[in-house]
């Protein structure tokens, strides 16, 4: 290959020489000149920042103090545990498995009455967006459920119902039906699960999610975190829904 070739290479390092013997002679000098102007710009940068963090760790901090209080009146305390269960269960069930396992924080755990309860928040992580919600966890080995899930009926739901995608109902029970898409393979076992005070109760409470496999009951309002003030009434409300299982 001639040397000539290589010309266009001998420009930009030229091009690029010019670059840094401008920056040297001007951009330089000037720093040095004003140093004390641009360490004070650097200091008040920093207290910005700070000025609007700070707060925010504040609040944060106040917000898991109200937490351990609420959770404490209620027999739940503060974990150092990662995880409510072992990875290899959770995995079992379709609200860890869905996308990215995510984050897990604000995690509460104790035993009340039959349950063993578990209070977290969870960041689930799905492509490009992520969703956060309040999940509550009740494990009781009088629970012996087969795999099913409910949550509230969407509009793509009655999509793929009139194109033969059927979900549990009950026939007796329109009003549940219409509320709630119930799914799981084992249906017989779904139905003998779902007694009559259970579909009562969702029948006239709406808006819950819940997924049950084994001795273990899931219970959320999707896309819902519950703040501190609220975790008392949502324990409430979630252990009459797990009562109603056993």
Do not use: C
């Amino acid at each position: 290959m001639e040397p000539e070739s290589f010309s266009w290479l001998d420009n930009i390092f030229s091009w690029l020489d010019n670059i840094f013997s401008w920056l040297e002679e001007n951009f330089f000098s000037w720093l040095s000149e004003n140093i004390w102007l641009v360490i004070v710009l650097v200091i008040l940068t920093l207290l910005v920042i700070g000025a609007s963090i700070i707060p925010l760790i504040r609040k944060g901090r106040e917000q898991q103090q109200k937490l351990k209080e609420v959770g404490a009146s209620i027999g739940l305390f503060m974990s150092s545990k990662d995880l409510p269960a072992p990875l290899k269960e959770l995995r079992k069930f379709k609200l860890f498995s869905d996308g990215v396992l995510g984050f897990i924080s604000s995690l509460m755990q104790g035993s009340k009455g039959s349950f063993d309860v578990a209070i977290f928040d969870q960041q689930l992580k799905k492509r490009d967006s992520s969703e956060f919600q309040t999940v509550i966890l009740f494990q009781s080995d009088q629970l012996n459920l087969p795999h099913f899930r409910l949550f509230p009926v969407k509009i793509y739901h009655k999509i793929a119902s009139a194109i033969g995608y059927e979900d549990i109902n009950f026939d007796s029970f329109p009003k549940f039906s219409s509320q709630y898409y119930l799914k799981g393979t084992e249906e017989e076992k779904i139905r003998n699960v779902f007694k009559t005070n259970i579909l009562l109760y969702f029948e006239n409470h709406t808006g819950w999610s819940i997924e049950g496999l084994g001795t273990r009951l899931f219970i959320y309002r999707k896309g819902n975190t519950i703040p501190p003030e609220e975790i008392r009434e949502f324990y409430e409300q979630t252990h009459t829904i797990a009562q109603a299982f056993l």
